[in-house]
């Protein structure tokens, strides 16, 4: 079914529960809310960051609200979404985007990152933000230069904040150890709970409204079902929401009922 027909159906301004939210549109439930205090806690403070959550989460959203409401004259974000690159390929990255040609010897990369970094604070007053996606993928070495970065001006002050976003696992892999001098360093961390009952409630009628219906479209026992089997993380409310709307339109619904959300499950199981 397209999409287009599906909009017309419900009289949809635009499709609820897709990804393209600017930050201003995003629903603020709790643990969305109190991620994006922390991280800019951490930004402001230049310190190092351990955000983690499961899968949907919505850990890389409340990432990119926090860094949406930054002031760009003041912070440089540096986003690495796949860590799966090596060290070479992380500082390179990290060069490239404070618009330094990397060195080919990766021998010197990691000095000319850190110079990088520290040149950005102090010659043009602005904070780069270093945000390191599914950071649980990282391994010994990456951490090790992500260490090193940090490790500023004899140990006095980091010239950058650096945020590590992962599944729960990352909190885990931190205490190894041989990661012990990493883990000391960090100034914030925080475990991204799932939405309760009322959230996922207030969450579904957020994204109705925005998309431009104002009345009850979901039935509570339609929610319910939804909640439980999301486990209340967003993007799996998402995804079963809008197979939901799509199995109340094959049964001619006007709403939402627990019949299609029971059916958008059998939906969602075998994509």
């Not at 003041?74 to 490239?96: D, F, K, S, W």
């Not at 330094?100 to 970094?117: K, N």
């Amino acid at each position: 079914m397209s999409v287009q027909l599906l909009q017309a159906h419900w009289g949809f301004t635009r499709m609820p529960f897709g990804r393209d939210l600017a930050p201003s549109m995003l629903h603020r439930h709790h643990a969305h809310a109190e991620a994006i205090a922390r991280i800019t806690w951490c930004i402001e403070q230049r310190h190092i960051g351990v955000i983690t959550g499961e899968v949907g989460a919505g850990k890389t959203v409340a990432i990119r609200a926090a860094i949406a409401a930054l002031d760009a004259s003041r912070h440089v974000p540096i986003y690495i979404a796949n860590p799966a690159v090596g060290v070479r390929g992380l500082l390179t990255h990290i060069v490239a985007a404070l618009g330094a040609v990397p060195s080919f010897y990766t021998a010197t990369l990691v000095t000319q990152a850190a110079d990088a970094l520290a040149g950005e604070q102090a010659e043009r007053g602005r904070t780069p933000v270093l945000i390191i996606d599914e950071a649980h993928l990282l391994d010994h070495p990456q951490m090790e230069a992500v260490r090193m970065l940090t490790n500023h001006d004899m140990d006095s002050g980091s010239p950058m904040a650096t945020l590590l976003v992962g599944q729960p696992y990352l909190r885990q892999k931190m205490r190894l150890s041989t990661l012990a001098a990493l883990e000391q360093r960090i100034g914030m961390r925080y475990l991204m709970p799932p939405m309760t009952d009322t959230e996922t409630r207030d969450y579904i009628h957020h994204h109705v409204r925005l998309a431009g219906r104002a009345d009850t479209l979901f039935t509570d026992d339609a929610i319910t079902v939804i909640h439980t089997a999301s486990r209340g993380y967003p993007r799996a409310v998402n995804n079963i929401a809008v197979h939901a709307l799509t199995a109340a339109y094959a049964r001619s619904n006007p709403v939402v009922d627990e019949k299609a959300a029971r059916a958008a499950l059998t939906e969602t199981m075998t994509d």
